[in-house]
């Protein structure tokens, strides 16, 4: 069945830390994307992915960095995890110019 | 600048009774526009979108959505809530600079009494 996935779903940390967070998926798509939900739940783009090779900085900024070495996989990686790193990240892939969105389940991160 | 506007935090409503949950936006062009509910400690699933076409659009689990260009407004509703249906609501437009960008709302709660 085709599905976006990530691991882990819930991580508590110590702060140092390096940590990666992974996404993947089996729709095929050209398009992938890292979100940050804070506690107050907006949302907000960190990076993006318009296809193998392709990595951009979202609308947030962000110390976390992110790769496209493949279609299906698009990992996102913190090198030293501090406590203000705390939240939910969620992963997302789409298709085209116009395709939906489609979201993973979404790794709850805590950063003690 | 393009934009979304959730007005509402929260919405609550009784069981059996119709919800709306409102969305307004501000794009230049012609929208696309999304719902995605999120249960909790869940990721966002797609309802619904419009594009283009009838100004009502119907979506998964009984939702629909009214396209308003004049009010440049597009409602979430239901005729008949479930409890079931209690969770984060999230309107979104598409990036018209970027085109498969979405800019979300900062999101409704919905809660449906028994």
């Known amino acids: 069945e085709a599905d976006i996935y990530q691991t882990p779903r819930y991580l508590v940390i110590g702060t140092g830390k390096k940590i990666t967070l992974e996404c993947s998926q089996t729709?095929?798509?050209?398009?992938m994307y890292w979100y940050q939900q804070d506690p107050g739940m907006e949302l907000h783009l960190i990076h993006y992915?318009?296809?193998?090779?392709?990595?951009e900085k979202g609308d947030l900024s962000s110390e976390s960095t992110v790769s496209r070495i493949r279609t299906e996989h698009f990992p996102l990686t913190l090198e030293s995890a501090r406590p203000s790193h705390t939240s939910q990240y969620l992963c997302a892939s789409s298709e085209g110019l116009q395709g939906t969105q489609y979201f993973g389940p979404g790794t709850r991160l805590t950063v003690l | 600048a393009q934009s979304v506007a959730q007005p509402e935090d929260q919405v609550n409503v009784a069981e059996g009774n119709p919800l709306t949950v409102k969305c307004t936006y501000s794009v230049s062009g012609n929208p696309y526009l999304f719902w995605y509910v999120q249960y909790p400690n869940r990721g966002l699933q797609f309802l619904l979108k419009?594009?283009?076409?009838?100004?009502l659009v119907k979506g998964s689990y009984g939702f629909e959505a009214e396209f308003n260009k004049s009010q440049t407004s597009f409602h979430l509703k239901k005729p008949s809530a479930l409890v079931s249906d209690s969770a984060l609501y999230f309107c979104a437009v598409r990036d018209i600079d970027s085109s498969y960008k979405l800019i979300f709302g900062s999101g409704t709660r919905l809660l449906v009494r028994p």
């Open positions: 729709m095929g798509h050209d398009k």
């Open positions: 992915s318009y296809g193998v090779n392709s990595t």
């Open positions: 419009y594009i283009t076409g009838d100004n």
